[in-house]
């Protein structure tokens, strides 16, 4: 029997784009309708559980995705589908590839990938502090054009709100797991609304619609084929087994199993003909869910190791050959486009892409991207290297007038950095009440404690950074994925909402110790000390938990170095006493320098105050030490952390895909 591919190759007539649709910018993009075609794609990877040895987890995947039209990628557990989408998207960050991927008739570089084409990740990446409209409004601020004006941002902002059926949650905040906020499918439609934000020609879904009821699954997977219908769309979304009506909604389904493509086509009659007459499948009975019939086969033959076997009859089948077909003339399209882009010129090139839809230059054509022109700018964005749409600056403002502001007003964030602050002066500050100008000698260790103390409590408080910022990392790794700010101007970020609350709020608590316990030498180099060894052990968490792979290595790793630290800086055993296999490490102590800075400034103006029958500073060997050298040296340490810290944000990665 003749198994169509696709019944009247089910393309709808092209849309055009619509500047007022809600997703277009003043700038809107100058092309739609990317075409994705694939052949013989192969992926390897190092085994993770053979060493020395590869896997092959794609086998020679081909097929096309089509403008205006969604495609389910579908399969058993395991069998490839994420792997799939991330290749297509640019999201893989090791192993080979092999086989041709063009979009449009041009292989796209990674940076364009990752700028213009949008992907909601399976699990939600919200920051929880933030409404629908602000999550937004945020995104769009970071990853639309500069020049746009504000309030064209806010218009399309809110016109995706409405598309996406948002307006009952638009002022709600997100929320997390412990403290509720939207539900999950307006969570889903977020996240569907910020990889809309700059309209992408191509939106990749990695399960949708997992972890919704089947309601909301249809209900969001409703708004997105509005996506391809209305705005062209290229839609590509991994499922697992939705309902029927959900099911029906796409034009197209692949299906892999182990690594090997066993289906492309339609849904429908199609598939279940070609289940049953080709691959030996019990007859879908009636009214049964089509997609959980596909997949029941698919999954069992899987398990029974059939999957090559099933593989090899789709290969021979009319439906395989079919689709090999439309691709090889897909494939020659391209090649033509692409040659006579390098020939054309620009005007004739814009007006021959324009007539296919695909509105877009060749690929590889040297000379053509002057970027005055439609087809150069899309040239020039295929094989562009930038991925980021605004300046550091901007994307700092941004961060700061969101993220900043929301957590300076909320008390789950300020709470712990002020409360733990204030407590540690009020006890510092009642232990050794009025006693810090009085230099009797069993006051003098006192006053060493005391300042090994100030230097220790930052240290240690620095540790409870460490699991916020851990349950960050999902987030800051999906907006950098979706290029929407640089490694650098994120931890800038980071150190100015942490380090300016800290400043002001260590004014206070640091002024309750100096003046409370009466202590000698200057309060603004006491203060200035204790704020840089703070801003350091913040800096020193934000560092480890980014070279950490899990919550509990960094949660073993910041305590033991900041423990090693505290025994190597000279309270607790002098330098000289320290063996000397261990001593070297002194010079890399910045809690040493940091204590012997606040000992100067307290004993300076008192040398002769003495412990154990020595004076003090020569008993620590700091008669010739300067406060404010050693407080320089606390600064250094901090320009050298944050190259770490930017280092591990920026190349150091843990979610290896
Ligand atoms: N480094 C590796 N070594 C061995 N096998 C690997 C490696 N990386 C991935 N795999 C395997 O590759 C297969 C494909 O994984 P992928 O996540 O793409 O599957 P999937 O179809 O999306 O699965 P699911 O539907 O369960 O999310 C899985 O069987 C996985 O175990």
Redesign the pocket.
């Known amino acids: 029997m003749k198994i169509r591919i696709e019944p009247g190759e089910n393309e709808r007539s092209p849309s055009t784009f619509h500047p007022e649709n809600g997703l277009s910018t003043p700038h809107g993009h100058p092309f739609r309708r990317l075409r994705i075609l694939f052949k013989d794609l192969c992926y390897k990877?190092?085994?993770?559980?053979n060493k020395g040895e590869k896997?092959q987890?794609l086998k020679g995947v081909s097929g096309f995705f089509k403008p205006n039209q969604m495609t389910a990628v579908m399969?058993p557990?395991?069998?490839?589908?994420?792997?799939f989408l991330d290749l297509l998207s640019g999201r893989k960050t090791q192993g080979t590839i092999t086989g041709t991927l063009l979009f449009g008739h041009t292989a796209p570089s990674r940076s364009f990938l990752r700028r213009y084409t949008g992907y909601v990740e399976q699990f939600d990446t919200l920051v929880d502090s933030l409404t629908v409209y602000e999550m937004l409004l945020y995104t769009a601020e970071l990853k639309r054009p500069l020049s746009e004006p504000l309030a064209s941002k806010k218009e399309a902002v809110d016109r995706l709100i409405g598309r996406l059926a948002l307006e009952k949650c638009r002022d709600v905040r997100i929320g997390s797991p412990l403290k509720r906020g939207i539900s999950g499918g307006q969570a889903k439609r977020t996240n569907v609304g910020i990889a809309l934000i700059t309209t992408p020609a191509v939106l990749f879904l990695d399960e949708p619609t997992s972890g919704l009821d089947s309601f909301t699954a249809q209900e969001v997977m409703e708004v997105v084929r509005g996506l391809a219908v209305e705005d062209g769309t290229t839609i590509c979304a991994?499922i697992?087994s939705p309902s029927s009506a959900c099911f029906a909604l796409f034009d197209r389904v692949m299906v892999l199993a182990s690594g090997w493509t066993v289906y492309f086509g339609a849904p429908g009659v199609v598939a279940s003909d070609y289940l049953t007459h080709v691959c030996g499948s019990r007859p879908l009975a009636h009214g049964e869910n089509l997609a959980e019939w596909m997949m029941d086969f698919l999954t069992m033959s899987d398990r029974e190791g059939r999957s090559s076997a099933l593989h090899d009859s789709y290969t021979k089948s009319e439906l395989a050959q079919e689709a090999s077909q439309l691709l090889d003339r897909y494939l020659s399209d391209a090649q033509a486009k692409s040659a006579l882009s390098r020939g054309a010129s620009l005007s004739s090139l814009a007006g021959a892409d324009a007539a296919d839809g695909v509105g877009g230059g060749g690929g590889g054509c040297c000379g053509l991207s002057d970027g005055s022109s439609p087809a150069g700018q899309l040239l020039a964005r295929l094989s562009g290297s930038e991925q980021y749409v605004t300046p550091w600056w901007w994307s700092l403002k941004v961060l700061l007038q969101y993220r900043t502001v929301r957590n300076y007003q909320s008390m789950e964030y300020l709470g712990p950095r002020l409360f733990d602050k204030i407590i540690f002066a009020l006890v510092i500050m009642s232990l050794y009440f009025g006693i810090g100008d009085n230099f009797k000698s069993e006051n003098v260790p006192s006053m060493a404690a005391l300042m090994y103390l100030c230097v220790a409590q930052p240290a240690w408080g620095a540790v409870a950074y460490v699991p916020a910022i851990m349950l960050e990392r999902g987030l800051y790794v999906r907006e950098r994925h979706d290029g929407l700010y640089r490694p650098l101007t994120y931890l800038l970020f980071k150190m100015l909402d942490e380090l300016s609350l800290n400043f002001a709020v260590g004014l206070g608590s640091t002024a309750i110790i100096f003046y409370g316990v009466q202590l000698r030498g200057e309060f603004v180099y006491f203060w200035l000390n204790c704020m840089t060894t703070l801003s350091n052990g913040v800096l020193i968490a934000y560092m480890m938990a980014a070279f950490c792979p899990t919550l509990d290595v960094a949660n073993a790793a910041v305590p033991t170095l900041l423990a090693v630290m505290l025994f190597l800086s000279g309270f607790l055993i002098r330098i000289e006493s320290i063996p000397v296999y261990w001593r070297w490490l002194t010079y890399a102590d910045l809690l040493k320098y940091s204590w012997q800075g606040l000992m100067v400034n307290q004993f300076q103006a008192h040398p002769q105050a003495e412990l154990a029958g020595t004076p003090i500073l020569e008993y620590y060997n700091l008669t010739n030490t300067s406060k404010w050298v050693e407080l320089a040296i606390v600064v250094g340490f901090f320009g050298g952390w944050s190259v770490l810290a930017w280092y591990a944000l920026a190349f150091v990665r843990h979610q290896k895909r």
């Open positions: 990877v190092d085994s993770n559980s896997v987890l399969g557990s395991g069998s490839g589908k994420t792997t991994t697992h």
